[in-house]
């Protein structure tokens, strides 16, 4: 009976020490997970409509976060969730109605700790700040999405008063609201007139403006429309002729052969006869 005894009390030993050290393996898997950091960008992430984004989120030291529970959502919404992913599933019927089919995580790399998000097809209302949450961890980052749209200006000479020539640019399309600027062919800004700025019922703007320059010497003009908050830039540019001349020439002389002097960047454009008595040449002086 004593022996019976001191075996049960050697048993009951060992499993005390079982358990201290499962229990130790445990709090070290927790320690050593604690550990880890939510990692996103230090930079706001830039997108343009209808684009397809990735907003950065990482473990860090890596782990693997595929049986882990991920969250992405914006405080913003009702509900908050952009994306939640529990037990190896995404679950779409969580998601916020805007964002059904439209965000993933990439599941192969979930095993390197990397859980960033990827939104397809950007839309305007995209824009905000997006959390990055796991609660095994209790850890976060937030991720700030900027969403801008740009499209090419057009220019066209709007007008002709004596020596000067008024010209006119616009561009639709445009988030957040751009500015517009005239620059000379030596890259120099020109003096304007105010820009005219609409906006229309989608939220994107539209912007024009005029500008007057002298008919001289190698007149291009380059209208550019830029946005420095999404830093996108898009430009066309304008050639201005130069004045029209027309050269008067009385063909009833006797001369045998007659030179007009033309400057070399003149263009002939047309020469013609009067009434059998004259030559009219005419040509833009540039």
């Not at 898997?29 to 990735?54: M, N, T, W, Y």
């Not at 969580?94 to 990827?118: A, Q, V």
């Not at 900027?146 to 445009?174: K, M």
Request: glycine share 4%; hydrophobic share 35%; proline share 5%.
């Amino acid at each position: 009976m004593l022996h019976v005894r001191r075996s049960f009390m050697v048993l009951c030993d060992r499993c005390s020490v079982l358990v201290f050290y499962t229990a130790a393996c445990f709090a070290l898997i927790h320690s050593c997970r604690g550990q880890s950091e939510v990692i996103g960008p230090l930079q706001p992430v830039v997108a343009l409509i209808g684009d397809d984004i990735i907003l950065p989120c990482n473990l860090d030291p890596v782990m693997d976060a595929f049986d882990m529970a991920v969250e992405w959502a914006r405080s913003d919404l009702d509900p908050r969730f952009v994306l939640v992913w529990r037990d190896g599933v995404d679950l779409e019927s969580k998601k916020h109605p805007s964002y059904t089919r439209r965000t993933s995580l990439f599941t192969d790399e979930l095993k390197n700790g990397n859980i960033s998000l990827k939104i397809s097809k950007v839309k305007l209302s995209d824009e905000g700040t997006y959390k990055c949450f796991v609660p095994e961890l209790n850890k976060h980052t937030t991720v700030q999405l900027v969403v801008g749209a740009a499209s090419s200006p057009a220019a066209e000479i709007n007008s002709t008063i004596s020596s000067r020539v008024v010209l006119q640019c616009e561009s639709a399309g445009w988030y957040p609201e751009p500015e517009l600027l005239w620059l000379d062919g030596e890259g120099n800004l020109l003096s304007a007139g105010p820009t005219e700025t609409l906006r229309g019922p989608d939220d994107l703007y539209t912007v024009s403006s005029r500008v007057t320059v002298e008919k001289r010497h190698s007149n291009n003009i380059t209208c550019r429309v830029q946005q420095r908050n999404t830093n996108q830039s898009r430009e066309t540019h304008i050639h201005v002729p130069g004045t029209f001349n027309d050269y008067i020439i009385d063909v009833n002389k006797r001369e045998t052969s007659l030179t007009v002097k033309i400057q070399r960047r003149d263009i002939v454009k047309s020469a013609k006869r009067r009434k059998k008595r004259v030559l009219v040449l005419s040509y833009y002086q540039l």
